[in-house]
Structures are given as C-alpha cells and as structure tokens.
Nanobody, 122 residues
Framework: QVQLVESGGGSAQTGGSLLLSCAAS????????MSWYRQGPGSERERVAS????????????YYSESTKGRFTISRDDAKHTVYLRMQSLKSEDTGIYYC???????????WGQGTQVTVSS
C-alpha cells in the first residue's frame, strides 16, 4: 500500500524559511521521479518542483515552476525514501497545502497524502 506522508509545514513570516519532508512507502522510491505540489486557497493544485531519479554520482534532474525558481530547492534521500523541499524567501503567495507524489509523464502517480499546511504572513 502506497503511503505519502508530508510534514514540516507551519507558519512563517515573509522572507522566512521552511523545510518540508515527504516520507514515501509502498513503492520502489529510487525508481520514481518525485514532485512537490501546492494547492493555494481557492486554487487548483500545481506542481512547484520535481526531481528525477539519481544517477551514479547522486545527481537528479530538477524542475521548478517560475514562481519557485531560485527560492525553493528539492532534494531526495533514497536511503530514507524521503523527498525534501527547502523553501526560502517565502512570500504570502506560497501559502497553501503542500503535497508530494511520484510523477510519470508529467502526471502524479499515486493517491494523495494528507499534505502539510504552509502559511506565510507578514
């Protein structure tokens, strides 16, 4: 049974930082590209960052949405079956529920977890 458990959300001030974690189980984590998604208030869920599978040097291709590029960093630890999202220079528009999922052909693969709430205020 696939489980995606997000954590690390909370309240932060504008310009602050947060580190989100997503613990995955029930599938071969190292074989899957992983993504973070955000659903803001009254908005559809959108992909904010992705990381591909790691090569022998430990490198994985990354993708960032225009709104997160330069501020967010996605990483993964295959030994821990965990994907991370380091969020810096937070803005109020980063407020929302953050979810992780495996991604294939640009689409999320599994049922969504409960997400973790991020609230950014001045």
């Amino acid at each position: 049974q696939v489980q995606l458990v997000e954590s690390g959300g909370g309240s932060a001030q504008t310009g602050g930082s947060l580190l989100l974690s997503c613990a995955a189980s029930g599938f071969t984590f190292s074989f899957q590209s992983m993504s973070w998604y955000r659903q803001g208030p009254g908005s559809e869920r959108e992909r904010v960052a992705s990381i591909g599978t790691l090569d022998r040097t430990g490198y994985g291709d990354t993708y960032y949405s225009e709104s997160t590029k330069g501020r967010f960093t996605i990483s993964r630890d295959d030994a821990k079956h965990t994907v991370y999202l380091r969020m810096q220079s937070l803005k109020s528009e980063d407020t929302g529920i953050y979810y992780c999922n495996a991604i294939s052909d640009g689409r999320p693969v599994y049922n969504w977890g409960q997400g973790t709430q991020v609230t950014v205020s001045s």
